[in-house]
């Protein structure tokens, strides 16, 4: 049996607004409304001369994070009620490897280690862990949920919640990474998380 929650999380260059709310099949809605100073770890530079290898790495699906990014893009595409706020619509968003990276790293360790938090185990916030990816932001924030079984069902909870709906509206964004994680034996099964971010 899978269960349904939606998380969401903007960073504001240095100040953090949280607002947690549940989804229309949560069992109960939370709310959670706080601010936080945001002291993100910058990614370190090689040293001149230091050879550069290139960077290994591949996002885990991109078939995920392009049809995360379409149902992004449709939902900025028009203007909308998050709450009790009218956002009117914005310009679409790219992809971005770093951001997408971080959404992923989140997802699986939500998953793998059943825990459902912006904040990670090792005490990352998605700040920190967007710069561990190397991504230079001036504005990131991010959209976690768990239990939904599908792309279209996570952003139909999210679009109904006006925390995440006002992430996905901020006229600040300008890429998105995303990310899906599933482990039958963790108490929702599948864990998602959007990550939006604007580069300095």
């Known amino acids: 049996m899978y269960f349904s929650k939606v998380l969401p999380l903007s960073w504001l260059l240095l100040l953090a607004l949280s607002g947690c709310g549940g989804s229309s099949d949560s069992p109960e809605p939370q709310s959670d409304d706080e601010v936080t100073p945001v002291n993100p770890v910058e990614p370190t530079e090689p040293e001149p001369n230091e050879p550069v290898d290139p960077d290994p790495r591949e996002p885990v699906n991109n078939s995920l994070q392009a049809s995360m990014l379409r149902l992004v893009n449709e939902a900025r595409g028009e203007g909308r009620n998050c709450g009790s706020t009218f956002y009117p619509a914005v310009a679409p968003l790219s ?3 770093s951001l997408q990276l971080a959404a992923e790293e989140h997802s699986n360790n939500m998953a793998n280690y059943d825990f459902f938090s912006h904040t990670g185990l090792d005490g990352s916030s998605s700040a ?4 561990a990816q190397g991504y230079s932001w001036s504005y990131v924030g991010e959209n976690i949920a768990a239990g939904q079984r599908s792309v279209e069902a996570a952003m139909n909870g999210w679009l109904q919640s006006s925390g995440h709906c006002a992430n996905i509206m901020n006229a600040n964004y300008t890429e998105l990474g995303a990310a899906k994680a599933e482990n039958a034996s963790s108490s929702y099964g ?7 971010g604007a580069q300095r």
């Open 190 to 196: 599948i864990y998602w998380t959007q990550v939006f």
């Open 128 to 131: 920190t862990r967007a710069s």
């Open 95 to 97: 992809s971005n490897l």
